[in-house]
């Protein structure tokens, strides 16, 4: 009998939201040319506005821009639904999904299509919320509906511009956006710096390299200086907890942490279960841990976020 082939593992999708101007294709464009090998297909409205290198096209059929550096570019064009899945029923040939909302859409509507469709999986919503206009912004009479159902979705809330207030002015806003998305971690985004590896997560690859001892402080590119920003803590060797210990967990995690990924043992099953935390969600599944990964987690988040005997303790006593 012929065995049935291994299905591909869904492909996350991440969904890039905010109002206009609030810095979504500036991320974009940084992604592109800062892949770090991950293969991206980022799924835009307009091609014109992503500054894509021509030394780096390698082909353009009018609605897909194929990169030299295995990142692709395709056109929403009338339905985003026909876009991915023409992307996903396709030889897979990316590794991570990327759709820049509309400036007035609503971001979740975007991300449950990950929910239906077993090919994709639903890797957080990020919205950016320009801190000079994102309360004038709010406050309007005909788009502050929008803004402020953008941000009460969000997985992750990305402070952008801030080099263009007042400190006092950014504390405020990061204040106002507290009560507006009171569950959703907010980073700052430094001088257009806007750190990839916290937003998007770790593969399952990421997971076996960070549970290795870490690299010495000081290493790394100029690339890499802006991520210095933010911890990350390693909890390796961890006990089998029950279901309800791990959810309990994840649900309790302080706002500082942005993303938790790892294989811990159920006292349930007697088997690994991944989980993903993304902002304020989470999710535990029986995905087959890859030979490789060893069990525990991976917590980034910002600098006040808990360090890991603190997480530890959390996960293990409760």
């Not at 006040?304 to 409760?318: E, K, Q, W, Y």
Request: one cysteine or more; charged letters at 20%.
């Amino acid at each position: 009998m012929t065995a049935r082939p291994t299905p591909a593992a869904p492909l996350p999708l991440t969904v890039i939201g905010g109002f206009l101007g609030a810095g979504k294709t500036t991320l974009l464009n940084r992604i592109l040319r800062d892949n770090r090998g991950t293969r991206y297909a980022v799924m835009v409205n307009d091609f014109g506005a992503l500054d894509i290198d021509a030394a780096l096209v390698e082909a353009h059929d009018g609605s897909t821009v194929a990169l030299a550096n295995g990142c692709v570019c395709c056109s929403i064009g009338d339905s985003l639904v026909d876009a991915l899945i023409d992307l996903v029923s396709g030889p897979r040939a990316v590794d991570h999904v990327l759709v820049e909302a509309s400036g007035v859409a609503d971001p979740k509507r975007i991300a449950d299509i990950a929910v239906v469709d077993p090919a994709l999986a639903r890797n957080g919503i990020v919205v950016l919320a320009d801190v000079s206009e994102i309360r004038r912004l709010a406050d309007d009479r005909l788009v502050g509906d929008a803004v402020r159902r953008q941000l009460a979705v969000a997985d992750i809330v990305v402070l952008t511009k801030v080099d263009l207030v007042e400190p006092g002015a950014v504390d405020d806003t990061e204040t106002w956006l507290a009560e507006c998305a009171p569950r959703a971690p907010r980073i700052r985004a430094s001088l257009g710096a806007i750190p990839i590896g916290p937003l998007l997560g770790l593969d399952a690859a990421a997971v076996a390299t960070v549970l290795e001892p870490a690299p010495a402080r000081g290493e790394g590119a100029d690339a890499h200086r802006h991520e210095a920003l933010f911890h990350r803590a390693v909890l390796r060797d961890l006990p089998i907890v029950t279901r309800a210990r791990l959810a309990a967990f994840a649900e309790g995690l302080p706002t500082s942490v942005l993303r938790a990924k790892g294989f811990v043992e159920l006292a349930e099953s007697g088997q690994p279960h991944l989980l993903q935390c993304v902002g304020w969600r989470h999710s535990i599944d029986a995905t087959p841990a890859p030979p490789d990964v060893p069990r525990g987690l991976v917590v980034i988040g910002t600098a006040d976020m808990p360090d890991a005997a603190t997480l530890r303790r959390a996960l293990v006593d409760g």
